[in-house]
């Protein structure tokens, strides 16, 4: 199935259960469906099983958003307490799309205790209280964590996914390996057809050695190593170390969730000469969760670092936000800037990441998954630098090989019944669908709802920082929302004639000015109002904020 399918299944409603390989566009495809909610007035709650994946999709652990904590059984006494919280309550009542990524980490008995929580607030007895379910992930990279001694079950062993059925979308396209022979590899290790031919490749690249073997990241399956290691590869420069502490705001109790799950650390010791790795997102600037480089300097003004990549761009390392938002408003905001020492890191926090070249350590892995993610955030077999290898790192979890056959076989069935469908049904289904969340179908030229009047204070109060010349960044700083919610509220106010298209362009800086006729090229060329097409079109050259600014002043 492509990404597009799984991205129609999803605007129908359905429950689903989104995987694929690592590369596949599981995360692209689930950032597609987000936007494709908000531009209709729907908010998803986004969620995750662990906080490092939280913070990748910029959402909160599923074991927060629910109140659920560490608990993996509820008796009925702690159900009723979690559900008699007033915030709980109002969160989950307030949310129509419940979004669960890297499924793979969350046990069957903490699923289950979720599905519980949603269905006695909603008093609802469908599954998760009538919300719609999108399950991420996939189930080859790494399990559920075990308590207490005792190995956890599988997400898709518990009661609830059966009661749930989801939906199946296992996603075939491959956009991170363009290397057909180490494909093989990964392609034998989850159907578990590993023959003498991919030990051979995997074999043949231990002991191999790189001319530039400090720059490349290792990952090891410990904290022990990594600590270690890039302590003492700091404290061999002889440049002078600067300092960068992270800032928070917000609730306690969730900034300390977000630090938690931010790969940068709360204080960042560096040197000129440094190996470090970008830890966010921001194509625009050059880099992805994953871009290596080496620190050449400190601007003079800010003193902030400057990264030169492996591929010789220049890039200075501002300070970005990681943040928990509800309904559009942040609840909790670390600052820091995006980088981390990066001459190792451990497999867990690589999972997400992608590689050009990686140097692992595999003979001390310990659990089904490990070495599989570690393999499969490198791009190509030639950046590929085995150390070591156990028996253990090249096994899947033998359960999990048949299992993902099934899943395989449901999803071509799903794919084949749903290309019967006529387009004119499908768009009945997902205005039905829309129309069930309390969404609105009908989109203004901008792709936003029209202007309600019982949105009207918050809009109204928005309307009135903008009429006294307040900019979109302090505006969200004064009302403590996102700056992509106060654009939200500025497109609904033009398309309601409560502000002028032309009295917007204030908010476009020189760079984003010089940068509209070809944005507004995409939009006309694509003969569409959509984020993603415009998004991918200009290969992310260009925010979705920067996006909508362009598109708000598109005559």
Same mark, same amino acid.
């Given at each position: =199935?492509?990404?597009?399918?799984?991205?129609?299944?999803?605007?129908?409603?359905?429950?689903?259960?989104?995987?694929?390989?690592?590369?596949?566009?599981?995360?692209?495809?689930? &950032?597609?469906?987000?936007?494709?909610?908000?531009?209709?007035?729907?908010?998803?709650?986004?969620?995750?099983?662990?906080?490092?994946?939280?913070?990748?999709?910029?959402?909160?652990?599923?074991?927060?958003?629910?109140?659920?904590?560490?608990?993996?059984?509820?008796?009925?006494?702690?159900?009723?307490?979690?559900?008699?919280?007033?915030?709980?309550?109002?969160?989950?009542?307030?949310?129509?799309?419940?979004?669960?990524?890297?499924?793979?980490?969350?046990?069957? &008995?903490?699923?289950?205790?979720?599905?519980?929580?949603?269905?006695?607030?909603?008093?609802?007895?469908?599954?998760?209280?009538?919300?719609?379910?999108?399950?991420?992930?996939?189930?080859?990279?790494?399990?559920?964590?075990?308590?207490?001694?005792?190995?956890?079950?599988?997400?898709?062993?518990?009661?609830?996914?059966?009661?749930?059925?989801?939906?199946?979308?296992?996603?075939?396209?491959?956009?991170?390996?363009?290397?057909?022979?180490?494909?093989?590899?990964?392609?034998?290790?989850?159907?578990?057809?590993?023959?003498?031919?991919?030990?051979?490749?995997?074999?043949?690249?231990?002991?191999?050695?790189?001319?530039?073997?400090?720059?490349?990241?290792?990952?090891?399956?410990?904290?022990?190593?990594?600590?270690?290691?890039?302590?003492?590869?700091?404290?061999?420069?002889?440049?002078?170390?600067?300092?960068?502490? =992270?800032?928070?705001?917000?609730?306690?109790?969730?900034?300390?969730?977000?630090?938690?799950?931010?790969?940068?650390?709360?204080?960042?010791?560096?040197?000129?000469?440094?190996?470090?790795?970008?830890?966010?997102?921001?194509?625009?600037?050059?880099?992805? &969760?994953?871009?290596?480089?080496?620190?050449?300097?400190?601007?003079?003004?800010?003193?902030?670092?400057?990264?030169?990549?492996?591929?010789?761009?220049?890039?200075?390392?501002?300070?970005?936000?990681?943040?928990?938002?509800?309904?559009?408003?942040?609840?909790?905001?670390?600052?820091?800037?995006?980088?981390?020492?990066?001459?190792?890191?451990?497999?867990?926090?690589?999972?997400?990441?992608?590689?050009?070249?990686?140097?692992?350590?595999?003979?001390?892995?310990?659990?089904?998954?490990?070495?599989?993610?570690?393999?499969?955030?490198?791009?190509?077999?030639?950046?590929?630098?085995?150390?070591?290898?156990?028996?253990?790192?090249?096994?899947?979890?033998?359960?999990?090989?048949?299992?993902?056959?099934?899943?395989?076989?449901?999803?071509?069935?799903?794919?084949?019944?749903?290309?019967?469908?006529?387009?004119?049904?499908?768009?009945?289904?997902?205005?039905?669908?829309?129309?069930?969340?309390?969404?609105?179908?009908?989109?203004?030229?901008?792709?936003?709802?029209?202007?309600?009047?019982?949105?009207?204070?918050?809009?109204?109060?928005?309307?009135?920082?903008?009429?006294?010349?307040?900019?979109?960044?302090?505006?969200?700083?004064?009302?403590?929302?996102?700056?992509?919610?106060?654009?939200?509220?500025?497109?609904?106010?033009?398309?309601?004639?409560?502000?002028?298209?032309?009295?917007?362009?204030?908010?476009?800086?020189?760079?984003?000015?010089?940068?509209?006729?070809?944005?507004?090229?995409?939009?006309?060329?694509?003969?569409?109002?959509?984020?993603?097409?415009?998004?991918?079109?200009?290969?992310?050259?260009?925010?979705?904020?920067?996006?909508?600014?362009?598109? =708000?002043?598109?005559?």
């Amino acid at each position: =199935m492509n990404q597009d399918t799984a991205f129609s299944i999803c605007k129908t409603g359905a429950n689903v259960f989104l995987t694929g390989e690592p590369g596949s566009g599981k995360t692209h495809t689930i &950032n597609r469906y987000v936007e494709y909610l908000r531009s209709h007035g729907i908010e998803p709650a986004i969620t995750a099983s662990t906080g490092i994946a939280a913070t990748h999709i910029g959402g909160m652990t599923i074991h927060s958003w629910s109140g659920i904590g560490i608990k993996e059984m509820l008796s009925n006494i702690e159900l009723g307490h979690i559900a008699g919280k007033s915030y709980i309550s109002k969160r989950i009542k307030k949310t129509s799309v419940l979004i669960i990524d890297e499924i793979s980490m969350l046990g069957a &008995n903490t699923l289950s205790a979720v599905d519980l929580v949603c269905k006695r607030v909603r008093e609802n007895e469908e599954p998760f209280g009538g919300l719609q379910v999108i399950l991420v992930g996939d189930f080859f990279q790494l399990p559920p964590i075990s308590h207490g001694g005792q190995s956890s079950h599988f997400a898709f062993e518990s009661e609830t996914w059966t009661t749930l059925t989801p939906t199946i979308c296992y996603i075939t396209e491959q956009h991170r390996q363009d290397d057909k022979e180490f494909l093989s590899v990964l392609n034998a290790l989850r159907s578990g057809k590993f023959d003498e031919e991919h030990i051979c490749h995997i074999q043949n690249r231990m002991g191999q050695h790189s001319e530039n073997s400090l720059e490349i990241t290792k990952l090891f399956s410990h904290n022990v190593d990594v600590d270690r290691i890039n302590s003492a590869e700091l404290e061999k420069l002889s440049s002078e170390e600067s300092t960068f502490q =992270m800032a928070s705001t917000g609730s306690k109790k969730l900034v300390a969730t977000l630090k938690k799950g931010c790969i940068s650390p709360d204080s960042f010791s560096v040197k000129v000469g440094a190996v470090v790795m970008f830890t966010k997102n921001n194509p625009k600037s050059g880099f992805v &969760n994953g871009t290596l480089g080496k620190i050449i300097g400190f601007d003079d003004d800010s003193g902030y670092p400057i990264v030169q990549t492996m591929k010789g761009q220049r890039i200075k390392a501002e300070p970005m936000d990681w943040t928990i938002e509800e309904n559009g408003a942040i609840k909790a905001k670390i600052t820091q800037v995006p980088l981390r020492l990066a001459w190792a890191i451990t497999i867990h926090k690589s999972q997400g990441m992608s590689l050009d070249a990686a140097i692992m350590d595999l003979s001390t892995v310990f659990e089904y998954g490990q070495g599989y993610v570690a393999l499969s955030r490198v791009r190509r077999l030639s950046g590929l630098y085995l150390l070591g290898c156990n028996d253990h790192a090249l096994l899947v979890h033998p359960d999990i090989i048949e299992k993902d056959q099934e899943f395989r076989t449901s999803s071509i069935e799903t794919e084949d019944g749903f290309g019967d469908s006529l387009s004119k049904d499908l768009q009945k289904k997902y205005d039905g669908f829309i129309i069930a969340c309390g969404g609105n179908i009908k989109e203004s030229k901008y792709q936003k709802a029209v202007y309600k009047e019982s949105h009207g204070s918050t809009y109204d109060e928005t309307l009135a920082l903008f009429q006294s010349g307040k900019s979109i960044k302090e505006i969200a700083e004064k009302r403590n929302i996102t700056e992509g919610t106060v654009l939200s509220h500025i497109e609904n106010l033009v398309s309601s004639d409560k502000i002028k298209r032309s009295d917007t362009m204030r908010c476009i800086n020189p760079t984003l000015k010089k940068a509209l006729p070809t944005i507004h090229k995409s939009f006309r060329a694509l003969d569409t109002t959509s984020l993603s097409p415009v998004h991918e079109n200009l290969k992310g050259q260009y925010s979705y904020n920067d996006l909508r600014l362009a598109r =708000m002043v598109l005559k």
